[in-house]
T-cell receptor, first 113, second 115 residues
Framework: DAGITQSPRHKVTETGTPVTLRCHQTENHRYMYWYRQDPGHGLRLIHYSYGVKDTDKGEVSDGYSVSRSKTEDFLLTLESATSSQTSVYFC????????????FGNGTRLTVT | DQQVKQNSPSLSVQEGRISILNCDYTNSMFDYFLWYKKYPAEGPTFLISISSIKDKNEDGRFTVFLNKSAKHLSLHIVPSQPGDSAVYFCAASADYGGATNKLIFGTGTLLAVQP
């Protein structure tokens, strides 16, 4: 198993509140990703990081921000949660080598009421 | 606009028979394709991949076929086992010059293998 820990595993929050999800890896991989999984959409990339303090947007980045101050940690923040952000969030890592597969954490189920 | 499509939301097969999961894509720039398997309450796990320079890749009971002209790939599982019951995601990536491996996923197919 790739050493990826996501916290919390479950969270219920109210509309308008800030939420931060954490991804911690022990593999020292350069690349980290945040995806969300929704019925009918599969997994969609939110943001990714290619090094400490180096991040870029994915296809569904609106309403989300990320930070990476250490190689091992990648944080996803919802500044003001909305009901449309109710989803399962997955963190993934890979080495960045060509055609290296992503390895995923076990996800965080977020419910925004 | 769904660049990677899995048109069958679910598939049911008998134990010991072949399972065939299909995936279509629209972006001709995709050059690397993967299949992931996902159990409930777990993250997706990498299963098998194929580069666009190949048309077939095999790993034990799992074989992926790529038809570039049709923009179609398929995953064959032979023989199917009850433990194969899971959601299978097809994914693709394109090399735009950076080694980011940003994957575009399909919507998934739920495979149920009946004992």
């Amino acid at each position: 198993d790739a050493g990826i820990t996501q916290s919390p595993r479950h969270k219920v929050t109210e509309t308008g509140t800030p939420v931060t999800l954490r991804c911690h890896q022990t593999e020292n991989h350069r690349y980290m990703y945040w995806y969300r999984q929704d019925p009918g959409h599969g997994l969609r990339l939110i943001h990714y990081s290619y090094g400490v303090k180096d991040t870029d947007k994915g296809e569904v980045s609106d309403g989300y921000s990320v930070s990476r101050s250490k190689t091992e940690d990648f944080l996803l923040t919802l500044e003001s949660a909305t009901s449309s952000q109710t989803s399962v969030y997955f963190c993934a890592i890979n080495t960045g080598l060509e055609n290296s597969p992503l390895h995923f954490g076990n996800g965080t189920r977020l419910t925004v009421t | 606009d769904q660049q990677v499509k899995q048109n069958s939301p679910s598939l049911s097969v008998q134990e010991g028979r072949i399972s065939i999961l299909n995936c279509d894509y629209t972006n001709s720039m995709f050059d690397y394709f993967l299949w992931y398997k996902k159990y409930p309450a777990e993250g997706p796990t990498f299963l098998i991949s194929i580069s666009s320079i190949k048309d077939k890749n095999e790993d034990g009971r799992f074989t992926v076929f790529l038809n570039k002209s049709a923009k179609h790939l398929s995953l064959h599982i032979v023989p199917s086992q009850p433990g194969d019951s899971a959601v299978y995601f097809c994914a693709a990536s394109a090399d735009y010059g950076g080694a980011t491996n940003k994957l575009i996923f399909g919507t998934g197919t739920l495979l149920a293998v009946q004992p």
